[in-house]
């Protein structure tokens, strides 16, 4: 543990990743990248970014940080401690920042592998969507020690507008599970009061202002409220994305034998948008599912 | 139709009637407050409002507008038009404004019978619980002829703070009822996040933040996150009264064909807070039915 860290690596140009790495480059850090389809990489290297050719030529480029951003567990212990992985090249000391949405056990098992290593790591999944990534303004909700936390929160702020840190290695991911299953409860409640309205006759505007201003209000709402009433589906946040984080829940809370049936009905309408083609779609086309029971189809 | 409406009466001074008659009276009208339990109509009078002693000295008390604030439809039809009801002692021309949440089919049909006696009707069901009664900040939704809603508007204005005109009769009622499917997804979310938090160790005060900050934020989770967390279950609104607006939702949504299993799930669990004892408290006690599911008892 030296000063501040000033050269970071990034792993997975997702939408959130792009745009995460692009914050990183902006605020004046030594940015590498990585990711599996090396054209993704072009983006970042106009904006700035070097870009290593292989994990190896990542783990060997002297970053003190490395984060990721991949799309499941089995995907962040592949490129960390899969065959060929990052660990074996990291210098001890490194710290991993993942920003995946994993299980909290999941993170658990990952840092305790590279602990062996002398690899810190810290689980720090975000909300905030697209545009939060895109600007810089994410919610942080980040699990590991202290003194690892207070290392890499001058990169937090560079990324996040709000950074908690809610105790140990996988307090981040615990608690983001509990985020997506209110998220998920107060979109269905957006859509079932959005599909009664229009069976009922009442006006669009009018009830997302009413509900706007009392004890009906979300941001959930806020976000997709209008969008649902004028047919918008494009993606804030993508049916499959909140699919799986709705399973990384579910699986959490079966671990603890809790049912969550709210969460469980939003995975069961988003899976319906899947399964009739929609899963790129963003997460308010939950409302076909709920009006149209089975007889909707997504095109393209 | 002539200048502002300066005498009116209120029928129903349960905990909303009480706080909205009491600012209209603050508003300097002329207000005559009935009750079926005399001893209610005490604190009104001692606030300035003139009591009637029955339904017909309130009809024929001069009053352009009489409000009433019952239970349910049934309640509200009986007093307005049963046997000894009130239309019969009205002046052609006076406007009967309902704050009850009723079902908009009951509410038309209200308004139909008062019709044809030379009565106006708006309904106009509130949101914002006991403090926005009091307060005078209540949403109000109203239904009912243009004209009649402006006559009425300053009266409004006295009680509420955020006001919406729907539509015709009965629209104020199909509004109320989507806002309440809204309010009990959104809760059984807030429920369901902070059962699961407490199994998995999130720390409370940070998850409502966390949550709070994000996509997962809501009015409900402002009113009641921190609440659920303390075992805090005073109502700001009660579950028996939850339970009878998610019933009148369900029906509404029924005459329609719209399953609304969300809204469903959240009166599941209301349910069985009432049966377990708890129907007085405040909805957020919800959470003990989730965490709990059947081992629970409310004493007293």
Redesign the interface.
């Known amino acids: 543990m030296s000063g501040p860290i000033t050269k970071v690596g990034y792993i997975g140009l997702g939408t959130m990743g792009a745009g995460i790495a692009g914050n990183l480059v902006k605020a004046g850090l030594a940015v590498t990248v990585w990711n599996r389809t090396p054209a993704k990489s072009a983006g970042l290297a106009a904006r700035g970014a070097a870009v290593a050719g292989s994990l190896e030529e990542l783990g060997r480029s002297g970053c003190e940080a490395i984060f990721l951003n991949l799309s499941d567990g089995p995907a962040v212990h592949e490129v960390l401690l899969g065959p060929g992985g990052l660990a074996a090249h990291l210098a001890r000391g490194t710290v991993v920042i993942d920003n995946s949405t994993i299980g909290?056990q999941e993170a658990q098992q990952i840092a305790a592998e590279l602990r062996g290593r002398g690899i810190e790591f810290l689980d720090a999944p975000v909300?905030?969507?697209q545009a939060g990534a895109a600007q810089g303004t994410l919610?942080i909700?980040v699990g590991g020690d202290e003194a690892v936390f207070l290392r890499g929160l001058p990169l937090f702020q560079a990324i996040g507008k709000?950074i908690?840190h809610?105790?140990p290695v996988g307090?981040g991911q615990?608690?983001k599970?509990?985020?997506?299953?209110?998220?998920?409860?107060?979109l269905?409640?957006?859509c079932?009061?959005?599909?009664?309205?229009k069976?009922?006759?009442?006006?669009p505007a009018?009830?997302v202002?009413?509900?706007g201003?009392?004890?009906?209000?979300?941001?959930?709402?806020k976000?997709y409220g209008a969008k649902i009433f004028a047919g918008d589906l494009k993606p804030g946040?993508a049916v499959k994305l909140m699919l799986k984080d709705l399973g990384i829940?579910q699986r959490?809370?079966d671990e603890?034998a809790?049912?969550?049936?709210?969460?469980a009905?939003?995975e069961k309408y988003l899976r319906a948008v899947a399964e009739a083609g929609g899963a790129e779609l963003g997460t308010q086309a939950m409302s076909r599912a709920l009006?149209e029971?089975g007889k909707f189809r997504f095109s393209g």
Do not use: H, I, W, Y
């Open positions: 909290p909300s905030g969507g919610s909700m709000s908690t809610l105790g307090m615990a608690c599970a509990c985020n997506q299953v209110a998220v998920g409860c107060n269905l409640g957006v079932e009061a959005a599909a009664l309205a069976k009922l006759g009442v006006d009018k009830l202002e009413v509900l201003g009392g004890g009906a209000a979300s941001q959930q709402l976000n946040f829940a959490a809370a603890v809790l049912p969550l049936e709210g969460a009905l939003a009006e029971r």
